[in-house]
């Protein structure tokens, strides 16, 4: 039965918009009945997964990403991690493609956006998507440990079309996204006065190193970091990047 589904369910889109889901709401039915004489269940099994995420991982991999990253537990971690650092913006050495998030936790070019200056990154939305889909099945097969558990989750994906085929989740979705483009309007908004910032820090240590030749730049962060509501650390950090200006 189970090989049977697999070969013949369709991706969601198509269910969204299309008289598949009278088939996938049949094989959700079956699967209820099935776990009724079920015995124990099994990981391996559960409904639907292995076509998810065999879908899943070969969009990534057409799209440039190392097999053994995405089957490697460790290794697919670290891509995850590169997630939660969209939109920070990132100190240091911006050349090295190896040491440069995101390419050091495995992302490969296409899927990655940068602002102007590369002081930011972010993942195409579809690729994040992706991941996020195999992250979650991942901690779905570490939750559905037995029948009423499996009959829940087969219940919420039911749930999530019909919802979708109401109208109701692109609604929400496109409301969503509204809210993120204020979102990142605001926030490139503040990146630019950042780099404003930054740049006046620079002008302000090179006319002060012309009139004191001595200055290094762990100096003038001592003594202007407060000027510009700023750690030390920080002011240095801004004058490393500056062409020609290595700390003190």
Known sequence: MKKKIDHQFNVIDDIIISDEWDHVRYL??????????????????????????????SKLIKKGFKKDIIDNQKRFGT?????????????????????????????PADVVILNDDKSM????????AAL????????????????????????????????????????FST???????RQSHAGQQKSAGIQTRDDQIREHFQKAYIKNPSLTPSGFAERHADE?????????????????????
């Not at 409301?175 to 483009?181: Q, S, V, Y």
């Open 28 to 57: 959700i039915g079956e699967h209820l009945k099935n776990l009724e004489l079920a015995g124990e269940v099994k990981r391996e099994e559960l409904p639907f997964f292995a076509h998810f995420e065999h879908e899943i991982k």
């Open 79 to 107: 891509v995850l991690n590169g997630l939660n650092n969209q939109g920070k913006t990132i100190y240091g050495a911006r050349d090295s493609v190896w040491k440069y998030p995101p390419f050091a936790y495995g992302y």
């Open 121 to 128: 990154y972010w993942i195409k939305p579809d690729i994040e």
């Open 132 to 171: 996020r889909t195999l992250e979650s099945i991942t901690i779905m097969k570490g939750l559905l440990l037995n029948k009423e558990a499996v009959k829940v989750y087969l219940r919420s994906f039911e749930l999530t079309i019909n919802l979708s085929r109401a109208g109701l989740i692109p609604k």
């Open 175 to 181: 409301e969503g996204a509204a809210f993120l483009k």
């Open 228 to 248: 510009y509501g700023l750690k030390p650390r920080q002011v240095r950090n801004i004058l490393k990047m500056a062409v020609g200006n290595q700390p003190g």
